[in-house]
């Protein structure tokens, strides 16, 4: 009786194994048929940290919201690009960023940096995660300009820079308030509804740049070095002027 038992739960289990493999399989097939359009971002917000007058670089972080609504676990392709496109998750970045430092609550995956942003290899099971990145950016004069493309789109996005560092203006982006964070006021700019690919287009005006930059922002060095040489000129001359009445003057007394 004892062995007929023992031969019953090998049965069984040799069954439930069997199920959870061709279960495993069939998942699989199905994560690498799972496009990476099925991932929503609901939240896209942006904070600019400072602004750096004398080295005119602007430190922003961004908090990222992402959902994956199905019932699999998204697999990224980077080996297919021809045929699958970018089936994988990336952030857009202004061009020449540097400091660039991600985390995220996704599965163990590597950073991919972009020419103009990033790639994130981890794969997306279902449910909501969370991608957080800082960087810094230089900025020329008093603008920067930064397209921010959102490849997979967004339900909501939020701006904030802190008070007189700038105006911002963007494609379906509208001043929204003044809000205080740790007694210091920041300016929100907010939008939503974005389509997967939208382009944002921001445009950071009136930025704040040191006196001395300004000035020699402002200066053209051509007309610079034409002055230079014209004063020199005039040195030469009123040299050789007070030189001519001093022999002059010299020769006189001699006489």
């Known amino acids: 009786m004892t062995k007929k038992i023992k031969q019953i739960n090998i049965l069984f289990l040799s069954l439930f194994l069997i199920i959870q493999i061709s279960s495993s399989m069939n998942q699989s097939f199905a994560d690498e ?34 959902e994956n609504p199905t019932e699999k676990t998204f697999a990224p392709n980077f080996t297919d690009v021809a045929s699958t496109g970018m089936n994988f998750l990336r952030f857009s970045l202004p061009e020449g960023f540097t400091d660039l430092y991600v985390e995220t609550d996704l599965p163990d995956g590597s950073l991919i940096e972009l020419a103009k942003g990033f790639a994130i290899t981890s794969d997306i099971p279902p449910g909501n995660f969370n991608i957080i990145f800082n960087f810094n950016v230089k900025y020329n004069s008093s603008e920067l300009i930064f397209p921010l493309h959102l490849p997979h789109g967004a339900k909501s996005f939020k701006i904030i820079i802190p008070d007189e560092s700038g105006l911002i203006s963007g494609n379906n982006i509208s001043y929204s308030k003044e809000i205080n964070i740790s007694s210091k006021i920041f300016d929100e700019y907010v939008g939503e509804n974005y389509s997967k690919g939208d382009y944002l287009n921001i445009k950071m005006e009136n930025i704040p740049t040191s006196f001395i930059k300004k000035i020699t922002g402002s200066l053209n060095y ?34």
């Not at 929503?40 to 961004?62: F, H």
């Not at 030469?236 to 002059?248: A, C, H």
């Open 33 to 66: 048929d799972l496009s990476i359009n099925e991932i929503n971002v609901n939240e896209y917000n942006m904070s600019v940290l400072s602004v750096n007058q004398n080295d005119q670089i602007i430190s922003a972080i961004t908090a990222v919201k992402i």
């Open 222 to 255: 051509e007309i610079i070095n034409l002055v230079i040489i014209i004063i020199m000129i005039n040195f030469i001359l009123v040299f050789f002027i007070i030189r001519f009445f001093i022999n002059k003057r010299k020769k006189n007394e001699t006489t």
